[in-house]
């Protein structure tokens, strides 16, 4: 296929469930899993007389979400309801935001193919998700507990050209949400969510082709997939002369292709209308200032003053960041220390490890950075070797036990002095007279051998590279 | 014994008690020829008569409501208590929590009775909208008690009780306080929690109360108003002063807007009203003429936005989870379909209709969105007005109480049944009906007062001081 005369247009919808642990307009819980309809009150299960009471908590972190993402926050923005009929949405209609959403603009940055994108938003917008429907048995049960639960839905202008950018978009969007503490970036739990609208047009087109929107991608590598398997059908289609309908389509991963789910026809109506048991959603100029002030520096900014200010490679800065709490802490031990790049070794090597195998995180974390400073200190003067840092680093994870008392207790102290290094090499020598011997007639590899056997006679504990300076020394006889 | 505050008195002073009065009603009740009530709720009611007597003998006694045996319309959630809404669509359903207003009634020591009849789902004029029985006037049963309260009016006009709520939408507490000699309010939206309370049409809904006094009506605002943390409109506003209840209405400026002297207005309520008129003018208030431009237009409006938010209000009406559910659907659909066919009655599925078709793209714009226009014209028009008077009289309906089946044919009819109602729900005011005269027959005349926005108190003193030169009685068929 001739690609190149192609441009693949997309835009992107991300549903993102806000982290609170009640409903958007009830008090019901909003914990993932637990018996079907466990977590449901009278106001998600749709009783009549029930109404709305907005969840504040809800409110912040959405505007916290727009803050984070350079929106515009309006100060007034309205509920409206949203229809269809379907078992999983208890009252016949969603309560959403439609002709006045809370967020206008914004918009998200992220390393494209071709180098750095700022992709415009064109709004972010509050809304309850709908239950769900088992199907199970010839019989279909309806589950309400994630009925009720506050989302964000953040629409994106269809500035987006290749699949590849559409899923650096979605990382980056989500490596904001999650480092805000708005969302739990989790996609297999569908906490965070996405519908891609897609179409293709001739390069330099000035109209965007019909397009279509894509549902069910819950994977990265699933809305890569699909978003490609569409985009190559558009073309497909157009190039024998056919019309792309305008749809939405469902993608089957297992067989790697989209399906029509409903057409323009078919396409609901929503009789959107604003909600009248809700008043006008106000946030005060306070609230988004205050937003704004506790808004945290956000990856990619830190990303790059880890390059800039404290000169440690791209890469670096990159798996420092991938959490935000790993990122803090990182910091703290940084400033303790007074270097950087010894500290991202430990942070990327040791620790990274520790926190996997044993599954904590890192706020659990016992030892606080001047402990790793104190161990850092020890290792560079020589005071533990560098097996006995690793050693000591294990300890102070699981322990959280002061640095000194872990190189006592655990005897990694090095031998440092020259006398009972000497001592020890004068017994080696006078044992192996015959690789003396053969050192000194220039086999001079068998230095590793008598450093070997120094330390055999120090029990392990003397610092491996004095005695080698030392070793060099007496050997030259 | 006749009103709330006699009762009260007679339970203050000991001279009944609450399970006396409780068995008194309840035996006029079982014996009710109106057929206000669809429940009763005889050993509830009992119970709570009993606590309140046990709480009275211990000096504990709560407020004027006491002990008081009340009823409550049928779209006002009790729990544990079947609450219908008047409607296939939900026979026999138990809710499982109290409206606020009920919650609140029981905190006053209310003796609820039970549930009064009502047009389904409060939509219509004449409660022969109920699908479970048609309510007779008790002032004239040939004749309609009015709707969509009226089996709420009935019940208090029959003397079963001592007071109701109902609720009101356009007119549906005025009206049938209208046609049964009653006093009826409804308070200004936002002024009692609507939670707990079937939903017709959000924006509009408001509960209030029916009771022979304005006294006895103005204690039982007392009792339900105020904000509720579960109602996100319910208003933060201070309480109703009614200090100055029975100040007069020396200076008052009352207004009679000229737009509601309308065409085939009944001779008889139009002299009702005049005499109204003349009467306040008599005590001193300051009555002159004012205009309302846009009423013309409310009717067509109210049309439009009730239906619009009912079609919403009624979609959790599936069959799903609670309610009415069709036997042998076989597709998602045909549940949705006949349940809602079998479940709902013909206007409830006319105004559904009307509101889909109003909200539907290409539509809305013309129908829900010029309505909404129409809404704020007529809201600017009482603004305006208000700025020249301090209180609005007209007649409640322009007819007077019709007989039962005669306008059923003709809904259309039945809507301009509503036309001196509605604007007072479409702009959020206060409104409230007494009886201002007895025609030909001794039929009651009933006269609206409108207010300003959470000015109830004006309201009613205006209407206890008509109420009190009036002196007007009225008693049921068959006596008290």
């Known amino acids: 296929m001739p690609r190149a005369d192609w441009q693949v247009v997309i835009g992107l919808e991300v549903h993102a469930q806000l982290l609170t642990t009640s409903k958007l307009l009830s008090g019901a819980s909003t914990s993932f899993g637990g018996a079907p309809n466990a977590h449901t009150s009278v106001i998600c299960l749709g009783l009549p007389g029930v109404l709305p009471v907005v969840n504040r908590h809800a409110i912040e972190l959405a505007v916290r979400a727009g803050v984070a993402l350079g929106c515009e926050v309006a100060r007034v923005s309205e509920w409206s309801r949203k229809h269809y009929f379907y078992p999983d949405l208890p009252k016949g209609y969603q309560v959403t935001q439609y002709e006045r959403p809370l967020c206008l603009g914004g918009c998200v940055v992220f390393d494209g193919p071709a180098g750095e994108r700022a992709v415009r938003l064109t709004r972010i917008h509050v809304e309850e998700d709908a239950g769900k429907l088992v199907h199970e048995g010839g019989a279909s049960l309806v589950d309400l507990n994630r009925a009720g639960t506050p989302l964000i839905e953040i629409v994106s202008e269809p500035e987006l050209r290749s699949a590849d950018e559409a899923v650096e978009y979605l990382k980056a969007l989500r490596d904001v949400l999650v480092w805000v503490g708005v969302n739990d970036g989790n996609l297999e739990e569908g906490s965070f969510r996405c519908d891609a609208n897609v179409s293709v047009m001739r390069p330099g087109a000035t109209r965007f082709g019909t397009r279509c929107e894509l549902k069910n991608l819950n994977s990265f590598r699933f809305i890569r997939q699909a978003i490609e398997v569409e985009a190559q059908r558009h073309v497909e289609l157009l190039e024998a002369g056919g019309v792309v309908e305008q749809e939405t389509r469902l993608f089957d991963p297992q067989r790697g292709e989209t399906r029509p789910m409903r057409s323009k026809e078919d396409a609901h109506d929503y009789r959107y209308f604003p909600e009248p048991d809700l008043p006008l959603l106000v946030i005060g100029d306070d609230e988004v200032h205050a937003a704004r002030r506790a808004l945290p520096e956000l990856p990619r900014a830190r990303r790059a003053r880890y390059v800039e200010a404290l000169g440690l490679p791209a890469h670096d800065a990159q798996v420092l960041t991938a959490d935000r709490a790993f990122s803090d802490f990182f910091e703290r031990c940084v400033a303790e220390v007074g270097e950087a790049k010894p500290v991202a070794n430990w942070f990327m090597g040791e620790l990274s490890r520790l926190l996997n195998e044993t599954k904590t995180p890192v706020t659990q974390v016992k030892f606080g950075p001047a402990q790793l400073a104190a161990l850092l200190r020890a290792a560079k003067a020589g005071v533990v070797s560098g097996p006995g840092a690793k050693e000591a680093f294990a300890e102070l994870f699981a322990t959280g036990k002061d640095v000194q008392r872990i190189i006592d207790e655990r005897g990694l102290a090095q031998v440092n002095d020259d006398g009972p290094l000497l001592a020890a090499i004068a017994e080696a020598l006078a044992e192996s007279p015959k690789n003396v011997e053969s050192y000194r007639g220039g086999n001079t590899k068998l230095v590793g051998y008598f450093v070997g056997q120094v330390m055999k006679k120090l029990g392990g504990k003397g610092n491996p590279r004095r005695i080698n300076e030392l070793l060099v020394e007496q050997l030259k006889g | ?480």
Request: proline content about 5%; aromatic content about 6%.
């Open chain 2, 1 to 480: 014994m006749k009103t709330l505050l006699q009762a009260a008195a007679a339970l203050a002073s000991g001279a009944t008690t609450s399970q006396a009065l409780t068995a008194h009603c309840l035996t006029r009740a079982r014996a009710d020829e109106t057929s206000a009530f669809l429940t009763l709720d005889e050993a509830g009611a009992l119970a709570a008569a009993r606590a309140s007597d046990e709480r009275r003998a211990r000096g504990g006694a709560l407020g004027p409501l006491d002990g008081v045996p009340l009823s409550l319309k049928d779209n006002i959630l009790t729990e544990g208590v079947v609450t219908t809404a008047g409607s296939r669509m939900l026979e026999g359903f138990v809710p499982p929590y109290d409206a606020t207003v009920t919650a609140r009634l029981k905190a006053a020591g209310a003796v609820l009775l039970g549930k009064t009849n009502l047009d389904e789902f409060g939509m219509g004029s004449s409660t022969e909208g109920s699908a479970f029985q048609k309510t007779r006037n008790p002032l004239d049963p040939s004749r309609t008690p009015g709707g969509s309260s009226g089996g709420s009016a009935a019940s208090v006009a029959a003397r079963l009780c001592f007071g109701s709520l109902g609720t009101d939408t356009g007119g549906s507490v005025r009206q049938p306080a209208a046609f049964t000699g009653l006093v009826g309010l409804k308070p200004t939206w936002g002024r009692v929690s609507r939670a707990g309370v079937v939903a017709y049409a959000s924006s509009l809904d408001q509960v209030g109360p029916l009771a022979h006094t304005v006294e006895d009506a103005a204690a039982l605002l007392s009792a339900i108003e105020g904000y509720d943390a579960a109602d996100a409109t319910s208003a933060q506003h201070p309480r109703t002063d009614l200090s100055s209840l029975k100040a007069g209405v020396e200076g008052l400026r009352v207004g009679l807007p000229k737009e509601y002297l309308v065409e085939g207005m009944d001779g008889e309520v139009a002299a009702g009203v005049r005499a109204a008129a003349e009467t306040l003018k008599a005590r001193g208030a300051v009555v002159r003429e004012v205009s309302l431009p846009h009423t013309r237009f409310a009717l067509a409006a109210y049309y439009v936005i009730a239906p619009c938010e009912a079609s919403s209000n009624l979609g959790r009406y599936d069959g799903v989870r609670y309610g009415h559910r069709a036997q042998g659907a076989r597709t998602l659909s045909a549940l949705y379909e006949q349940s809602r066919a079998e479940g709902f009655g013909p206007e409830v599925k006319r105004r559904i209709m009307l509101g889909t078709f109003a909200l539907s793209a290409g539509y809305a714009d013309a129908y829900y969105r010029k309505a909404q226009q129409v809404r704020g014209l007529i809201r600017r028009d009482f603004d305006e007005a208000f700025a020249q008077v301090d209180v609005l009289l007209s007649a409640t309906s322009p007819v007077l109480p019709w007989r039962l089946g005669e306008k059923l044919s003709d809904p259309l009819a039945m809507y301009l049944m509503d036309v001196l109602t509605l604007s007072c729900n479409l702009a959020g005011l206060p409104g409230l009906s007494l009886p201002c005269g007895r025609a030909v027959g001794g039929l009651p005349v009933g006269a609206q007062l409108l207010g300003r926005p959470f000015d109830e108190a004006t309201v009613l003193r205006a209407a206890y001081a008509l109420e009190q030169a009036l002196g007007l009685d009225f008693a049921p068929v068959g006596g008290a």
